[in-house]
């Protein structure tokens, strides 16, 4: 078996890693941060460049490419830690093209930057399969959405709701009356909110089944962006241990960090290949709802002990802001508990084990 990516996807990684170094320094990151915003001007030369359309039909102006690469896309974008909803647009919408009637006039617009959609799911239970929310009579939904990632800076929300006895996605405009967002401070300072509703008109996207899709679509992604977090942390991690002197050497040549920097480096290889394993196996049209769960598990477990490992290294100089090393600290920290904390993921993962059977 093959593991290595292929030109073009090498090619991909490198096109995107410049485009992005160039485009995103991080002191406009930080400016973003403390005001509580996201990086519009960055999305816009992103949908120019046509990277969000990898994993999209070329009917609809996409690149016809495949989930395996749209995750790659993903990962670049968290090694740079930037501020733009690129996994929340992608998930809303490939749920928008799974919608014949909608998909030719709402994925050319999100393509081109003109919408930005995001997916509005968990409620007050925090569970992803606990959807209470109705669309009751004319088609006007009412009731809350917590934890919705760039929730009050989309243009459109896709909510999860319920119509009869079937859950599905409700199209809804964040500026129509009756939309309020209330912004969250999180620990990754990205931008989050809970989400209001009452009585604002929703337009059905989706057949049953879009919803627990994209999930896992969603949940392997986030893996991603877990191991886009540590992989930087791992980088400048030996690029500061063979830099850093004590003792008349650099410390990268005392067995105990370079210990620590292989053990980082497992970590990350082994969480981006189930990852990725799973994004194949939903390009192949299999169900990949465990492999997600346990590909998002691993992620969300390793990327806190990677994290801290690279911050052992670098010592005092790994807490001050001014070192970037706290940008993939803060967002791999919350990346692993976004779309199933490991204990979320073990609990799906435990559902397909089978059961002892009592043959007495």
């Not at 002197?245 to 480096?265: D, L």
Request: charged share 20%; hydrophobic share 45%; aromatic share 6%.
């Amino acid at each position: 078996m093959n593991l290595d990516f292929s030109e073009t996807q090498q090619l991909l990684q490198e096109t995107v890693s410049g485009f992005l170094e160039t485009e995103a320094p991080y002191d406009r990151t930080r400016k973003l941060e403390a005001e509580q915003g996201w990086d519009a001007e960055l999305w816009q030369r992103v949908c120019e460049q046509g990277f969000l359309g990898l994993a999209f039909d070329e009917s609809l102006g996409g690149g016809g490419g495949n989930l395996l690469e749209l995750g790659l896309l993903v990962e670049e974008f968290a090694r740079r830690a930037v501020m733009v909803p690129i996994l929340e647009v992608a998930v809303a919408g490939r749920a928008l093209q799974a919608d014949p009637a909608l998909a030719g006039d709402w994925v050319p617009r999100v393509l081109e930057g003109d919408v930005v959609p995001v997916p509005a799911i968990l409620e007050s239970a925090d569970d992803f399969k606990k959807i209470t929310l109705e669309v009751g009579p004319g088609g006007l939904l009412s009731g809350a959405k917590y934890f919705v990632d760039y929730g009050q800076h989309a243009t459109h929300h896709l909510v999860a709701a319920v119509e009869g006895e079937d859950s599905a996605f409700f199209l809804v405009e964040t500026g129509a009356a009756g939309v309020e967002c209330e912004p969250l401070l999180s620990v990754g300072r990205t931008p989050v909110a809970v989400v209001r509703y009452s009585g604002v008109p929703a337009q059905r996207v989706a057949a049953v089944g879009q919803v627990s899709g994209t999930v896992v679509l969603a949940r392997a992604l986030a893996a991603l962006q877990c191991v886009g977090s540590m992989q930087t942390s791992l980088d400048m991690t030996v690029a500061y241990a063979n830099t850093r002197e004590q003792f008349g050497q650099p410390i990268g040549r005392f067995q105990a960090v370079r210990h620590h920097c292989a053990n980082m480096a497992s970590r990350v290889v082994s969480a981006r290949l189930l990852a990725l394993e799973a994004l194949s196996a939903l390009d192949r049209g299999e169900d990949a709802g465990i492999r997600a769960a346990a590909a998002k598990a691993a992620a969300s477990r390793s990327a806190p002990e990677v994290l801290m490992l690279g911050h052992q290294v670098h010592g005092g100089n790994g807490v001050i802001e001014e070192n970037d090393l706290y940008f993939f600290t803060l967002r791999g920290k919350e990346r692993s508990l976004a779309w199933g904390t490991v204990e979320e993921c073990l609990a799906v993962m435990a559902e397909d084990i089978p059961r002892e059977v009592e043959w007495l």
